[in-house]
């Protein structure tokens, strides 16, 4: 679940009894056609930084899509997607 104020989010489910965790995930904005992931893939090659999971959601807007991954280490992923040009989203944007 992505939600604009996990703590909020966390808290209530909390006092209803629901077990909750909490990750870290970046958002990615990348071109909706055949290989648009494996451009994200390649930016990430050789870095050692892993994919714990992902999911997409196709046709987002404008021909893009959104992918949501959850790194070994998010800290190092932004910096290299950064540095690769790769547009990542802000929380405030994804949630519109």
Do not use: H
């Not at 930084?49 to 998010?74: H, K, T, V």
């Amino acid at each position: 679940m992505i939600v604009s104020d996990w703590e909020k989010a966390a808290a209530i489910l909390q006092s209803q009894g629901f077990t909750v965790k909490v990750t870290e995930v970046l958002a990615v904005e990348v071109a909706d056609r055949p290989g648009g992931l494996a451009d994200i893939l390649e930016d990430l090659d050789g870095t050692g930084i892993n994919i714990e999971y992902m999911y997409a959601f196709p046709n987002a807007c404008d021909n893009r899509a959104i992918l949501i991954f959850r790194f070994s280490d998010p800290d190092a992923a932004i910096a290299r997607l950064q540095s690769a040009g790769v547009n990542l989203l802000p929380s405030d944007e994804l949630l519109k």
